[in-house]
């Protein structure tokens, strides 16, 4: 059963980059690997998903190492708009889905 | 406008009183799926399907029930809710098993439920 793990919180200030890393070490082999994002009192929004090594769209980049036991996020730039609760999200037994606890991202100006 | 619809937005019961929280997608979306988030243990999944008439159980099932006899309506029902149901209640389609395949899920609004 996959199970991924993050950090619970994180702290940055306006401009700085943000890498949020994530491991998933029991991920299946055709699985994606997908992040969402989440304001307070509003549903999760999806950011990114990929498969292996780098993934980069208008908000943000994704890595994932050969082994795919781990990926990160990476946000560029943060401004305060970007303080949210972050996902990982793996598949669980079956076609289950697993999100994580999510990250806290905290930004300060 | 593409969306996912949940009613009610908002619900107070008292335990043991039968409820349903209705959910609708207008994308035509084969795969829907409720969740559960819950301060400190995140998001967690209740029910999905795959398609009409399929169903399966998420990550925390117990006490829910689910059907699916339309594509896009999935309804979760509490036949006897207990206060420990109360939580934020999200409904979420895709167009495929998102786990699989390399699409997103949209999420509905929430639906915050309380049980005294």
């Known amino acids: 059963l996959a199970k991924t793990t993050q950090p619970i919180s994180m702290d940055s200030y306006e401009g700085q980059e943000v890498n949020i890393t994530c491991s998933h070490n029991n991920i299946a082999t055709n699985d994606y690997i997908t992040w969402y994002q989440q304001f307070p009192s509003q549903g999760p929004r999806f950011i990114i998903q990929g498969y292996k090594t780098k993934v980069t769209n208008e908000v943000a980049s994704l890595f994932i190492p050969a082994d795919r036991k781990s990926s990160t996020l990476s946000l560029p730039r943060v401004s305060l708009s970007d303080t949210a609760v972050y996902y990982c999200l793996a598949r669980g037994a079956g076609t289950a889905l697993i999100f994580g606890k999510g990250t806290t991202l905290s930004v300060s100006s | ?106 999420f509905g609004p929430g639906t915050r439920l309380t049980v005294t």
């Open chain 2, 1 to 106: 406008e593409a969306q996912v619809t949940q009613n009610p937005r908002y619900l107070i019961t008292v335990t043991g009183k039968k409820l349903t929280v209705t959910c609708s997608q207008n994308m035509n979306h084969e795969y829907m799926s409720w969740y559960r988030q819950d301060p400190g243990l995140g998001l967690r999944q209740i029910y999905y399907s795959m398609n009409v008439e399929v169903t399966d159980k998420g990550d925390v099932p117990e006490g829910y029930k689910v059907s699916r006899k339309e594509k896009r309506n999935f309804p979760l029902i509490l036949e006897s809710p207990s206060p420990n149901q109360t939580s934020l209640y999200f409904c979420a389609s895709s167009l495929l098993n998102p786990g699989t395949s390399n699409y997103e899920q949209y």
